[in-house]
């Protein structure tokens, strides 16, 4: 059972995303589906290789097939920040308030 805290990022998570990566995407935001250039590559990709998509229970995953790693928005935060758990949850929850 998920913590009332863990709903309440699930229920944001594309708001984290689009902090991250809006800037990534032609129109400013995140556009679920639609891949981009892989944002933990320092290079510019020829053929986009990461994309945001809604899970099964509603939340939005990450999916970089560069290099296979795909997940929720707290290892998303983890890769980006370089950080642990517990910070990733105190970045997010900076975000979504």
Do not use: C, W
């Amino acid at each position: 059972m998920r913590s009332k805290q863990t709903e309440k990022i699930l229920l944001n998570s594309l708001r984290v995303y689009e902090h991250f990566l809006a800037a990534h995407y032609s129109y400013g935001r995140v556009i679920p589906g639609k891949n981009i250039s892989n944002p933990f590559s320092s290079a510019k990709q020829q053929t986009p290789s990461f994309n945001v998509y809604k899970g099964s229970d509603g939340s939005y995953m990450f999916n970089d097939y560069a290099t296979g790693d795909q997940g929720s928005v707290f290892v998303f935060v983890m890769r980006m920040k370089k950080t642990t758990y517990q910070n990733a949850v105190k970045i997010i929850n900076q975000i979504i308030q």
